[in-house]
């Protein structure tokens, strides 16, 4: 299976900024999907940022002008930068990889991000 290992959660005061990164190890030969999503205290999970396989990047609403998605093709690892943190941002951020061949669909555990003053 594949294991995906993410980093860089934590507290900061609303305006500030922080970066988050998810590392995928085991057997990959390709990917169809690769990002984030976030789900906060008594609220679904929801997208944030994904890139495809083309590098075609989809970010939700509430990101955009703020996050910045990146990936190194290398190290199979990617990268959210989180700019101008809003109280509303805080919520359990999760790096989900979709695979190929087959499809199958991998999470995160999961890292806090608390923004408040």
């Known amino acids: 299976q594949v294991q995906l290992v993410e980093s860089g959660g934590g507290s900061v005061q609303p305006g500030g900024s922080l970066r988050l990164s998810c590392a995928a190890s085991g057997t990959i030969f390709g990917f169809k999907v690769m990002g984030w999503y976030r789900q906060a205290p008594g609220k679904q999970r929801e997208l944030v940022a994904v890139i495809t396989s083309g590098s075609t990047i989809m970010y939700a609403d509430f990101a955009k002008g703020r996050f910045i998605l990146s990936r190194d093709n290398a190290k199979n690892t990617v990268d959210l930068q989180m700019n101008s943190l809003k109280p509303e941002d805080t919520a359990v951020y999760y790096c989900?990889?979709?695979?190929?061949?087959?499809?199958?669909?991998?999470w995160g555990q999961g890292t806090q991000v608390t923004v408040s003053s």
């Open positions: 989900k990889l979709i695979k190929v061949p087959g499809n199958n669909e991998y």
